[in-house]
């Protein structure tokens, strides 16, 4: 039986209380809550080894140096990467999709193309439009069904020699659904196109393969995966990171300056410019060490438990409806009732102790497809409960009976 007592004691803030009501987080696909072992290694930094890392001669420079440096090996070997310098260390997703988009931004030309799809997150799309209206690419869309998931016959026909670039989440945030990431990677690659894969909502659930999967380039947020804000880290080829120019100029990413011509460092460090988040950088490393102990196929298995029987409970509620029901889903649950305004309902769950997002999700195309405004999203942790669950159908049913 998954631990799941034992493990909620890791996490104080479940102990809290929100509007006089114990707290039933389900919000974690917004962020994730942080155990006790990762806010250990962010005390033991600042109170033991604070200092800049990669230039210092004294102690406390160099233990910060092994410590963060530690941590991408970590997650070196977390997404099984060739190599430790094809981990980049980021401010997290987005700052990864965008130092990969400004990057092709001066490689492609005009009449390349580029191919995205309806289910992403805004920051896989915007990055990738400001890059072609810069380069004249030309960016197309793969749709989606009524179940949430993609057409893959119209991936299909969309791929042509044409096509330079592919970019996909593993896994929807708004609906849960699991994209076939690995048959995306192949037929773009049987096209000569590269393809990113945003991973930000798959990385609390799955242990992605970066070699089995043959990506070019891996996204990620350590935020969504029990590790703090402000840290990611971007997996790409070794041979693609090589052909890409640097995202940013600063310190750290140079190999020399003088004022007639600088030339940069060798990777990682070519796109990690200036000081970065290093006590991030080690507490993602402590997280991935936190959900390894745990283990991923034993997080799979529980979450998927909870997933079907929080679908049955609240379809159990007249009225309520489910979108994203593609049986390729993960652990997210995005409904709307009958009538009733999204907003509405998550004010009266947060009254009542429980955390859910509302809205659009930074995913507007999901919402004009479906043709609402937005949708209540509880999304599900390898910490929450059936217990919880109970509680969160029980505040819905009560909700709607007060706003209908
Ligand atoms: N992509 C997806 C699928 C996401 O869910 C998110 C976060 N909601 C992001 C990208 C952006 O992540 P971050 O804000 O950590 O950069």
Not at 66 to 88: G, M, P, T, V, W
């Amino acid at each position: 039986m998954f631990p799941v007592e034992e493990i909620r004691k890791d996490f104080p803030i479940l102990q809290r209380q929100v509007n006089g009501k114990p707290l039933v987080y389900f919000d974690n696909a917004a962020t994730s809550q942080t155990p006790q072992q990762v806010i250990d290694a962010i005390v033991d930094y600042y109170s033991n080894y604070n200092a800049n890392i990669h230039r210092g001669v004294h102690t406390l420079s160099q233990e910060a140096t092994d410590k963060y440096e530690q941590a991408r090996l970590k997650i070196q070997q977390h997404f099984n990467a060739k190599a430790s310098h094809e981990i980049i260390m980021t401010s997290g997703t987005t700052h990864g999709i965008n130092l990969v988009a400004s990057g092709f931004g001066a490689l492609l030309k005009k009449g390349d193309e580029v191919i995205v799809s309806a289910l992403e997150h805004h920051s896989n799309i915007v990055p990738w439009q400001m890059m072609c209206e810069r380069s004249g690419a030309v960016l197309k869309v793969i749709p989606m069904n009524d179940e949430g998931a993609l057409v893959m016959s119209a991936y299909d026909a969309l791929l042509s020699e044409k096509t330079k670039l592919v970019f996909v989440n593993h896994i929807s945030n708004a609906l849960g659904t699991i994209n076939p990431i690995k048959d995306i990677i192949e037929k773009a690659h049987a096209v000569g196109a590269a393809v990113l894969i945003d991973g930000a909502q798959a990385c609390p659930h799955v242990k992605p393969d970066v070699q089995a999967l043959d990506v070019d380039f891996y996204v990620a947020s350590a935020h969504k995966m029990c590790g703090p804000t402000g840290v990611g880290m971007l997996y790409g080829k070794e041979e693609w990171l090589n052909k890409l120019p640097p995202y940013q100029g600063g310190g750290e990413m140079i190999a020399e300056v003088s004022f007639e011509k600088t030339t940069y460092a060798d990777l990682p460090h070519k796109f990690e410019a200036g000081t970065p988040n290093i006590c991030g950088g080690i507490a993602f490393g402590a997280a991935i060490d936190y959900m390894n102990a745990i283990g991923f196929e034993n997080i799979a298995t529980y979450e998927h438990e909870l997933l079907d029987y929080a679908t049955a409970q609240l379809l159990e509620i007249d009225g309520l409806k489910i979108f994203g029901t593609s049986k390729q889903k993960t652990a997210v649950i995005s409904f709307n009732l009958d009538g009733i305004h999204p907003y509405d309902v998550g004010t009266l769950l947060d009254k009542m102790g429980i955390a859910v997002r509302t809205g659009h999700h930074c995913a507007q195309p999901i919402m004009d497809y479906f043709k609402i405004p937005g949708t209540i999203r509880a999304s599900i942790a390898f910490y929450n409960t059936k217990k919880e669950i109970d509680a969160l159908a029980a505040a819905v049913k009560k909700a709607q009976l007060m706003l209908s």
